[in-house]
């Protein structure tokens, strides 16, 4: 009980030590972030698979930090860091996917399933245009990189047949034939960012943003799918001006 008393009187201090005065608007703020993102990695272009590709992304918590520095009425720059979970299932109907295994070209056709999860810390930067008489709405654009801690990666077929020519059965797909990728993922992600965000009180704003991976979760030379998958994934964050400091100058 003392602790909390404590953390409270310490938590409203901090705020008044650093609060810009009222009518000011301030350089910088830093403030906590939570949220939850939905998404995964699907194939590029999405047709690839040459079927039907159903996806279940799954929704996952999202813990960071936000910084944001405004440049003027209109303009600021921010960053985050963040510590999230991405992950998905999926099932396909194929035709004639062609892969390689086992030193050779084969295709399958008939049913699959997929499984991926990717824990990782993300660090997103972005200009961010303020609307509204009060700066309370704003539309970000910018880039992303992170670094994945945890992955995995792995692949069913439930039933069809495979072959080294389309469309020709050198042997049935009876019983799952389970493969595991995840020591091809790559550790590194960077991509693409988007978002929009509404102030909602003095202190809370709430955010919505999409990212768009540019680069292939598998490394380089991998190349047992005939396409490349990436990161697409979005996001809804809430966050709380926690330190407002400096005098911004416009």
Do not use: C
């Amino acid at each position: 009980m003392k602790k909390a008393v404590f953390f409270l009187i310490f938590f409203a201090y901090s705020t008044l030590l650093v609060n810009v005065p009222a009518g000011a608007q301030s350089l910088f703020s830093l403030a906590p972030l939570i949220g939850t993102d939905i998404g995964g990695a699907v194939p590029i272009p999405f047709n690839a698979v040459g079927g039907s590709f159903n996806a279940y992304p799954k929704l996952n918590a999202t813990l960071g930090v936000h910084l944001n520095m405004n440049l003027h009425n209109h303009w600021s720059l921010g960053t985050d860091l963040n510590y999230k979970t991405i992950g998905m299932d999926a099932d396909a109907r194929v035709t004639n996917q062609k892969f390689k295994g086992e030193g050779m070209v084969q295709y399958f056709t008939g049913t699959s399933e997929m499984s991926m999860s990717f824990t990782l810390m993300e660090m997103p930067f972005y200009v961010k245009y303020h609307m509204g008489s009060k700066r309370q709405h704003g539309i970000m654009l910018g880039v992303y990189g992170a670094y994945i801690f945890k992955s995995s990666f792995e692949t069913r077929a439930t039933k069809g047949f495979i072959g080294t020519g389309p469309d020709r059965v050198d042997s049935e797909v009876s019983s799952p034939m389970i493969m595991d990728f995840s020591a091809l993922l790559d550790k590194w992600d960077a991509g693409l960012s988007a978002g929009y965000e509404a102030r909602i009180f003095p202190r809370v704003t709430m955010g919505l943003r999409i990212m768009v991976g540019l680069k292939d979760i598998f490394v380089s030379g991998s190349d047992f799918f005939d396409y490349q998958m990436k990161h697409i994934r979005g996001s809804v964050t809430v966050s709380y001006d926690l330190i407002r400091f400096g005098k911004a100058r416009y």
